[in-house]
C-alpha cells in the first residue's frame, strides 16, 4: 500500500505552516511599522518650513540682524534625516522629485533672501509654499499607503489562517476520524467471527501499521484451518518428490558401481540428471593433482558463450575438492539434489580412485613376489651355471681345446653373465622401495639407485598427468627408461642424462633420455643387444615406438612415443 508519510509528521507540518505564516505575519507588520517610524517627524518638518519662510520673509521686512541665522535654521530644517527620508529607495518617485523640487527652489529662494531682495522673496514665496504643501501631501499619502498595506497584509494572513484551519478539520475527519472509524467497525467484525474483512486504505503510517496489524490477524485465524490442510499436501508431495529422488540417486549409484567407472558411466549418469531436472545443459569438470583437467558434458554440449551464469556444484571430500558440476538452467534448479549428486560422484570417483590405487599396490606386491621367486630359482640357477662353465674350461684337456671349443664355451659364458645381469636389473625394478603406488616416485627411486653407482648427473622433469597411464603400463615404462639409462651409463660415457617425460600438442605420450655422451655409435655394434631388443618389444606393448637419434652437441637420445589411455579417471 502507498503511503504518504507519517500522520504526526503531517500534523507537525501543518503547524509549522501555521507558525511560519503567523510568524510572517508578525516580522510583515514590525517591517511595515519600522518604514513608517518618522513619518510623522518629516511632516512636522515639512509644515516647519513653511512657517519659516514666512519667518524669513517678517524678518527681512523688519530688517532683523540674525537673518542668517534664519537661512541657517531653515537649511538645518530642509537637510534633517525626518525630510531626507523622502529620498530613500522605497518612497514613492513623486515624493522624491517633489522633496528635490523644494531643495531646488529654496535655493532661489535663499538668494533672494541673501540679496534683500525682497520683492523677489514675496512673489515667490507662494509658489515655494505651495511646492512645501505638495511634499507634505505626499509623505501624508505615502504614509497612509503604509497603513493600508499593514491592514491588508493583516487580513490576507487572518483569512489564510482560517483557510487553513478550515481545511486542518476536514482533513482530520476525511484522513484520520473516518479511517479510524472503519477500523473500528472492522475489528467488531473480527470480534464476530468473520475474519473475511477488508481493512480501510490509509496515506499514513500509523494507521496504515495499525490496519495490516489487524488484517495479518485476520488472515491468520481465517486461513489456520487451510494453511494446516495445505501443509499435509505440501508434506506428502515433498515425501514423493524426496522418495523419487532418492530412487533417482540410488539407480545412478548402482549403475556407476556395476561396472568400470569411465568416461561412458559418468557421461550417462549426468545425462539422466539433465533430463529428469529439464537442463539446459549440464558438464562435468573433474581436476587432478597436477593440474588438468577432465570435462564430460551431457548430451547437448556445453556453449561456447553462456546465455546465463552457470551454477557450480563442487564435488567435495574432506576440503579436497575433485572438480564440479557446472548447470545452466532457466529455471530454479534444486540445488539439494545436485548437492546430493555431486556428493555420489564425489565417493564413486573416490572409491574408483582408491580402487586403482590398491591394484597398482597389488601389482608391487605381485612384482615383488616374483622377484623373490626369479632369486631363488632363475638366479641360483644361473649362478649355478656360471660355476659349472668355469669348472668345465678348467676340467677340459690341452687336446680337447680348440679355437671352436673355446668360442662355444666363451659365448655361453657371455650369454649366461648377461642373463644374470638381466636378471639383477629385473630384480632391481621389483623391488623399487615405493610409498605411493605412482610412476614419477618410482622412476626418482629408480634413479637414486642409479646415481649411486656412478657420477653423472641425472636429472629428471615428469609432466604427465596421473590419468594419462594405467597401472599396467608403468612397468614397461620403467624398465624402458632403466635399461635406456643404463646403457648410456654404460656405453656412452656422459656427464650429463636427461629425462623428459610429457604429453605432446599432438596428444602422445613422449620420454625421452638425452645423455651428452659418445653418440649412437656404439649401438651399431649392438643393435642387436638383447637389452635393446627389450626396449623394442615394451614399446610394441604400450603401443609406441622407441628411437636412437644423435643429438646435433654429442650424445644420444632414445625416444618412446605412445598414445595415452583412452579412458579418463583411471588415476
Same mark, same amino acid.
Given at each position: 500500500?502507498?503511503?504518504?508519510?507519517?500522520?504526526?509528521?503531517?500534523?507537525?507540518?501543518?503547524?509549522?505552516?501555521?507558525?511560519?505564516?503567523?510568524?510572517?505575519?508578525?516580522?510583515?507588520?514590525?517591517?511595515?511599522?519600522?518604514?513608517?517610524?518618522?513619518?510623522?517627524?518629516?511632516?512636522?518638518?515639512?509644515?516647519?518650513?513653511?512657517?519659516?519662510?514666512?519667518?524669513?520673509?517678517?524678518?527681512?521686512?523688519?530688517?532683523?540682524?540674525?537673518?542668517?541665522?534664519?537661512?541657517?535654521?531653515?537649511?538645518?530644517?530642509?537637510?534633517?534625516?525626518?525630510?531626507?527620508?523622502?529620498?530613500?529607495?522605497?518612497?514613492?518617485?513623486?515624493?522624491?522629485?517633489?522633496?528635490?523640487?523644494?531643495?531646488?527652489?529654496?535655493?532661489?529662494?535663499?538668494?533672494?533672501?541673501?540679496?534683500?531682495?525682497?520683492?523677489?522673496?514675496?512673489?515667490?514665496?507662494?509658489?515655494?509654499?505651495?511646492?512645501?504643501?505638495?511634499?507634505?501631501?505626499?509623505?501624508?499619502?505615502?504614509?497612509?499607503?503604509?497603513?493600508?498595506?499593514?491592514?491588508?497584509?493583516?487580513?490576507?494572513?487572518?483569512?489564510?489562517?482560517?483557510?487553513?484551519?478550515?481545511?486542518?478539520?476536514?482533513?482530520?475527519?476525511?484522513?484520520?476520524?473516518?479511517?479510524?472509524?472503519?477500523?473500528?467497525?472492522?475489528?467488531?467484525?473480527?470480534?464476530?467471527?468473520?475474519?473475511?474483512?477488508?481493512?480501510?486504505?490509509?496515506?499514513?503510517?500509523?494507521?496504515?501499521?495499525?490496519?495490516?496489524?489487524?488484517?495479518?490477524?485476520?488472515?491468520?485465524?481465517?486461513?489456520?484451518?487451510?494453511?494446516?490442510?495445505?501443509?499435509?499436501?505440501?508434506?506428502?508431495?515433498?515425501?514423493?518428490?524426496?522418495?523419487?529422488?532418492?530412487?533417482?540417486?540410488?539407480?545412478?549409484?548402482?549403475?556407476?558401481?556395476?561396472?568400470?567407472?569411465?568416461?561412458?558411466?559418468?557421461?550417462?549418469?549426468?545425462?539422466?540428471?539433465?533430463?529428469?531436472?529439464?537442463?539446459?545443459?549440464?558438464?562435468?569438470?573433474?581436476?587432478?593433482?597436477?593440474?588438468?583437467?577432465?570435462i564430460i558434458k551431457a548430451e547437448g554440449g556445453w556453449p561456447d558463450e553462456l546465455p546465463i551464469e552457470s551454477l557450480h556444484f563442487p564435488l567435495l571430500i574432506e576440503k579436497t575438492q575433485l572438480g564440479y558440476l557446472d548447470v545452466i538452467s532457466h529455471r530454479p534448479v534444486n540445488r539439494l539434489l545436485f548437492e546430493n549428486f555431486a556428493m555420489m560422484l564425489t565417493r564413486s570417483i573416490t572409491i574408483h580412485n582408491a580402487s586403482e590405487q590398491r591394484q597398482q599396490l597389488a601389482l608391487l606386491e605381485e612384482r615383488a613376489v616374483i622377484a623373490r621367486e626369479l632369486h631363488d630359482s632363475?638366479?641360483?640357477?644361473?649362478?649355478?651355471?656360471?660355476?659349472?662353465?668355469?669348472?668345465?674350461?678348467?676340467?677340459?684337456?690341452?687336446?680337447?681345446?680348440?679355437?671352436?671349443?673355446?668360442?662355444?664355451?666363451?659365448?655361453?659364458?657371455?650369454?649366461?653373465?648377461?642373463?644374470?645381469?638381466?636378471?639383477?636389473?629385473?630384480?632391481?625394478?621389483?623391488?623399487?622401495?615405493?610409498?605411493?603406488?605412482?610412476?614419477?616416485?618410482?622412476?626418482?627411486?629408480?634413479?637414486?639407485?642409479?646415481?649411486?653407482?656412478?657420477? /653423472?648427473? %641425472?636429472?629428471?622433469?615428469?609432466?604427465?598427468?596421473? =590419468? !594419462?597411464? $594405467?597401472?599396467? &603400463? +608403468?612397468?614397461? @615404462?620403467?624398465?624402458?627408461?632403466?635399461?635406456?639409462?643404463?646403457?648410456?651409463?654404460?656405453?656412452?660415457?656422459?656427464?650429463?642424462?636427461?629425462?623428459?617425460?610429457?604429453?605432446?600438442?599432438?596428444?602422445?605420450?613422449? /620420454?625421452? %633420455?638425452?645423455?651428452?655422451?659418445?653418440?649412437?655409435? =656404439? !649401438?651399431? $655394434?649392438?643393435? &642387436? +643387444?638383447?637389452? @635393446?631388443?627389450?626396449?623394442?618389444?615394451?614399446?610394441?606393448?604400450?603401443?609406441?615406438?622407441?628411437?636412437?637419434?644423435?643429438?646435433?652437441?654429442?650424445?644420444?637420445?632414445?625416444?618412446?612415443?605412445?598414445?595415452?589411455?583412452?579412458?579418463?579417471?583411471?588415476?
Amino acid at each position: 500500500m502507498f503511503t504518504r508519510g507519517s500522520l504526526t509528521s503531517t500534523i507537525l507540518s501543518l503547524m509549522l505552516v501555521v507558525i511560519l505564516l503567523s510568524s510572517s505575519l508578525a516580522v510583515f507588520s514590525i517591517v511595515s511599522l519600522t518604514f513608517s517610524l518618522g513619518d510623522a517627524r518629516g511632516i512636522n518638518a515639512s509644515g516647519s518650513l513653511r512657517m519659516q519662510s514666512y519667518r524669513l520673509l517678517l524678518d527681512a521686512n523688519i530688517g532683523s540682524h540674525n537673518i542668517d541665522e534664519k537661512i541657517a535654521d531653515f537649511e538645518t530644517t530642509l537637510n534633517s534625516e525626518a525630510l531626507k527620508r523622502s529620498l530613500a529607495w522605497y518612497s514613492p518617485k513623486e515624493m522624491r522629485d517633489q522633496y528635490v523640487l523644494v531643495i531646488h527652489k529654496w535655493q532661489v529662494m535663499k538668494v533672494y533672501i541673501e540679496e534683500g531682495n525682497i520683492r523677489l522673496y514675496s512673489a515667490s514665496l507662494t509658489d515655494f509654499v505651495n511646492t512645501i504643501d505638495t511634499l507634505v501631501l505626499n509623505m501624508e499619502q505615502f504614509a497612509a499607503f503604509k497603513l493600508k498595506l499593514l491592514v491588508i497584509g493583516q487580513i490576507i494572513g487572518l483569512s489564510i489562517l482560517l483557510i487553513i484551519a478550515f481545511f486542518a478539520v476536514a482533513f482530520t475527519r476525511k484522513r484520520v476520524v473516518k479511517p479510524l472509524q472503519l477500523l473500528i467497525e472492522s475489528s467488531t467484525t473480527i470480534s464476530k467471527g468473520n475474519f473475511k474483512v477488508k481493512m480501510p486504505k490509509t496515506d499514513y503510517i500509523e494507521l496504515t501499521a495499525l490496519g495490516n496489524a489487524l488484517q495479518k490477524t485476520a488472515a491468520e485465524l481465517a486461513s489456520l484451518y487451510e494453511d494446516l490442510e495445505n501443509q499435509v499436501n505440501e508434506k506428502t508431495l515433498a515425501l514423493t518428490r524426496t522418495n523419487n529422488e532418492l530412487k533417482f540417486l540410488y539407480d545412478n549409484l548402482v549403475m556407476l558401481h556395476a561396472n568400470k567407472l569411465d568416461y561412458k558411466a559418468l557421461q550417462s549418469a549426468i545425462n539422466q540428471l539433465k533430463y529428469y531436472e529439464s537442463l539446459s545443459y549440464l558438464r562435468l569438470v573433474i581436476e587432478h593433482d597436477d593440474g588438468s583437467k577432465d570435462i564430460i558434458k551431457a548430451e547437448g554440449g556445453w556453449p561456447d558463450e553462456l546465455p546465463i551464469e552457470s551454477l557450480h556444484f563442487p564435488l567435495l571430500i574432506e576440503k579436497t575438492q575433485l572438480g564440479y558440476l557446472d548447470v545452466i538452467s532457466h529455471r530454479p534448479v534444486n540445488r539439494l539434489l545436485f548437492e546430493n549428486f555431486a556428493m555420489m560422484l564425489t565417493r564413486s570417483i573416490t572409491i574408483h580412485n582408491a580402487s586403482e590405487q590398491r591394484q597398482q599396490l597389488a601389482l608391487l606386491e605381485e612384482r615383488a613376489v616374483i622377484a623373490r621367486e626369479l632369486h631363488d630359482s632363475i638366479g641360483q640357477l644361473l649362478s649355478f651355471l656360471k660355476i659349472q662353465v668355469s669348472l668345465l674350461r678348467k676340467s677340459l684337456n690341452d687336446s680337447c681345446r680348440s679355437p671352436e671349443v673355446e668360442a662355444q664355451l666363451m659365448e655361453i659364458n657371455e650369454g649366461v653373465s648377461t642373463a644374470y645381469v638381466q636378471l639383477r636389473e629385473l630384480l632391481s625394478t621389483f623391488r623399487l622401495t615405493i610409498k605411493e603406488p605412482n610412476l614419477p616416485q618410482a622412476i626418482d627411486v629408480m634413479l637414486d639407485q642409479l646415481r649411486h653407482q656412478s657420477q /653423472i648427473d %641425472i636429472q629428471l622433469n615428469y609432466k604427465l598427468s596421473a =590419468h !594419462l597411464l $594405467e597401472a599396467k &603400463q +608403468h612397468i614397461h @615404462i620403467l624398465q624402458l627408461i632403466r635399461e635406456a639409462t643404463l646403457n648410456a651409463i654404460k656405453h656412452a660415457t656422459p656427464e650429463h642424462i636427461v629425462i623428459d617425460c610429457q604429453l605432446t600438442d599432438k596428444g602422445m605420450i613422449t /620420454i625421452s %633420455i638425452c645423455d651428452d655422451g659418445i653418440g649412437v655409435t =656404439h !649401438l651399431v $655394434e649392438r643393435d &642387436q +643387444h638383447f637389452g @635393446i631388443g627389450i626396449m623394442h618389444e615394451r614399446a610394441n606393448k604400450l603401443n609406441g615406438i622407441v628411437s636412437f637419434n644423435s643429438n646435433q652437441l654429442g650424445g644420444t637420445t632414445v625416444t618412446l612415443s605412445f598414445p595415452p589411455q583412452q579412458e579418463p579417471l583411471n588415476g
